[in-house]
Nanobody
Framework: QVQLVESGGGLVQAGDSLRLSCAASGRAFSTYNMGWFRQAPGKEREFVAAMSRWSGGRIDYGDSVKGRFTISRDNAKNTVYLQMNSLKPEDTAVYYC???????????????WGQGTQVTVSS
């Protein structure tokens, strides 16, 4: 089992930046692929970013965040990050951290989920 806790959300203005953190329990963190998803009111949960467990491995981003968001991880601290720059009102959503034993970008393939952190971007 893996427990995930997101933090770092808040209320910002368009063009601002935020860094989200996801703290994971257990020494097995480094064996998991990590992902970020988001869900806005009235919308389906959307893939944001994913990073493999291997250094120099695979990284993918959703089309709507490419060039603005960056995913990273620190296995020694059992933490994955999402740096969000040039935020737009359409980025407003609850952001979820997730872990998968296998590489995935699809929501249904992830095994563990955090409770989410709210990001609100005003225009």
């Amino acid at each position: 089992q893996v427990q995930l806790v997101e933090s770092g959300g808040g209320l910002v203005q368009a063009g601002d930046s935020l860094r989200l953190s996801c703290a994971a329990s257990g020494r097995a963190f480094s064996t998991y692929n990590m992902g970020w998803f988001r869900q806005a009111p009235g919308k389906e949960r959307e893939f944001v970013a994913a990073m493999s467990r291997w250094s120099g491995g695979r990284i993918d981003y959703g089309d709507s965040v490419k060039g603005r968001f960056t995913i990273s991880r620190d296995n020694a601290k059992n933490t994955v990050y999402l740096q969000m720059n040039s935020l737009k009102p359409e980025d407003t959503a609850v952001y979820y951290c997730a872990a998968s034993a296998r590489w995935a970008t699809e929501e249904y393939k992830y095994d563990y989920w955090g409770q989410g952190t709210q990001v609100t971007v005003s225009s």
